[in-house]
């Protein structure tokens, strides 16, 4: 059954005194994407587009397909509780933003995903300048 999905990315740029590898051990969550300035974006097409800064982007500790918004946001709640001192070192030196992607299935009489930043979220992030940016897909 198809339905409405949303992906939740958090991601750091910018970053050219740290190695990706050190992200890694840092928030001990291996990454689902990492870009390499200079370097092709994607790596099989070696005449593609550069990337023009270095990024680093995780999903959701033990995220799941169909886990939904609040799910994949709780998850990165609990990972800023285990690793405030790591978050608050990153998100004061490097570009930091949640990238949430959600996509619509056509002629699903399903309601639009939700999609809320509450209290916990304003706690861990609100005060590190974590950007939010949103993308809809129809």
């Given at each position: 059954?198809k339905?409405?999905k949303?992906e939740?990315?958090?991601?750091?740029?910018g970053?050219?005194?740290?190695?990706?590898?050190e992200?890694?051990n840092?928030f001990?969550?291996?990454?689902?994407?990492?870009?390499f300035k200079?370097l092709?974006?994607?790596?099989?097409l070696?005449?593609?587009?550069?990337?023009t800064?270095?990024?680093w982007l995780i999903?959701?500790?033990n995220?799941?397909?169909?886990d939904?918004?609040?799910?994949?946001?709780?998850?990165?709640i609990?990972?800023?509780k285990?690793?405030?001192?790591v978050?608050?070192?990153i998100?004061?030196k490097?570009?930091?933003?949640f990238?949430?992607?959600?996509?619509?299935?056509?002629?699903?009489e399903?309601?639009?995903?939700?999609?809320?930043l509450?209290?916990?979220?304003?706690?861990?992030?609100?005060k590190?300048?974590?950007h939010?940016d949103?993308?809809?897909?129809?």
């Amino acid at each position: 059954m198809k339905k409405h999905k949303v992906e939740l990315r958090f991601c750091v740029s910018g970053f050219e005194d740290i190695t990706h590898a050190e992200l890694t051990n840092l928030f001990g969550i291996t990454p689902v994407k990492e870009y390499f300035k200079g370097l092709p974006i994607n790596p099989k097409l070696s005449q593609g587009k550069l990337a023009t800064l270095n990024r680093w982007l995780i999903c959701s500790p033990n995220f799941k397909v169909d886990d939904d918004f609040e799910m994949q946001m709780n998850g990165f709640i609990e990972l800023a509780k285990n690793k405030t001192a790591v978050f608050n070192d990153i998100c004061k030196k490097y570009s930091c933003e949640f990238s949430c992607a959600i996509f619509l299935e056509a002629g699903i009489e399903m309601s639009t995903p939700w999609i809320h930043l509450g209290d916990d979220y304003n706690t861990y992030f609100g005060k590190l300048n974590v950007h939010f940016d949103m993308d809809l897909y129809v």
